[in-house]
C-alpha cells in the first residue's frame, strides 16, 4: 500500500478518500479493494517518514480534510521503487513444502494434495475468468487478471510435473 499510495501521489496532491478511488478506478475489481482506515494509518506513517506532506483544508459545512502531497524524498523513493526490478519466481513454495513433508507425517498423500491444490487453482481461475467478463473496460485490470491467469496455468502445468515425478 505505502509504495502505490506514493505514486499516486507524485502524480498530483489528494486526500485519502481520493486516493482510495484512485487505486480502486485503476486497477478495478482485479486488485484487493483497499481498506480506507489501512489507507490513512499508510498515509500518517508516510507523513512521519518525511515522505509525504499533510495540510488541512477547510471546506463549508464539513470537517477539515487533510491533503497530502509528496516530498522530494518521497518522490525519490518511488523512483528508486520504479528502477527496481520485482521479486521473480518464488522458491520457497507453502504448497510444495507440504507436497514433500506429507509422507513423512503419515497425515496426507501427494496425490491428494495434488488434486486438492488443482481445484483450487481451477476454482480460483473461474472466478477471475468471470472478474474479467465485468472487467471488460478496465485494460489494467484485464491485464493484472491475465498475468495471474497465466501464473495459474503455469501453477497447473507444474502440478503435473509434481505428480509425475512425486507420486
Not at 502505490?4 to 475489481?29: D, I, R
Not at 464539513?62 to 502531497?69: E, S
Request: charged share 25%.
Amino acid at each position: 500500500m505505502r509504495l502505490p499510495l506514493l505514486a499516486l501521489l507524485a502524480k498530483e496532491p489528494a486526500h485519502g478518500y481520493e486516493l482510495k478511488q484512485a487505486l480502486e478506478q485503476t486497477f478495478g475489481a482485479a486488485y484487493p479493494r483497499a481498506n480506507i482506515g489501512q489507507v490513512y494509518v499508510t498515509l500518517g506513517r508516510l507523513e512521519k517518514a518525511g515522505l509525504i506532506e499533510g495540510q488541512d483544508v477547510a471546506q463549508d459545512g464539513k470537517p477539515d480534510k487533510r491533503v497530502y502531497a509528496i516530498t522530494d524524498t518521497g518522490r525519490q523513493e518511488v523512483a528508486t521503487w520504479l528502477s527496481e526490478p520485482s521479486e521473480g519466481p518464488r522458491v520457497r513454495d507453502e504448497f510444495f513444502l507440504k507436497l514433500v513433508l506429507a509422507p513423512e507425517t503419515q497425515l496426507a498423500d501427494r496425490l491428494t494434495l495434488i488434486n486438492n491444490q488443482r481445484r483450487h487453482y481451477l476454482n480460483v481461475m473461474r472466478g477471475l475468468n468471470r472478474m474479467a467478463a465485468e472487467e471488460r473496460g478496465n485494460q489494467v485490470s484485464q491485464l493484472l487478471i491475465e498475468g495471474a491467469v497465466l501464473h495459474l496455468q503455469a501453477d497447473l502445468d507444474w502440478l503435473e510435473r509434481c505428480q509425475e515425478e512425486l507420486t
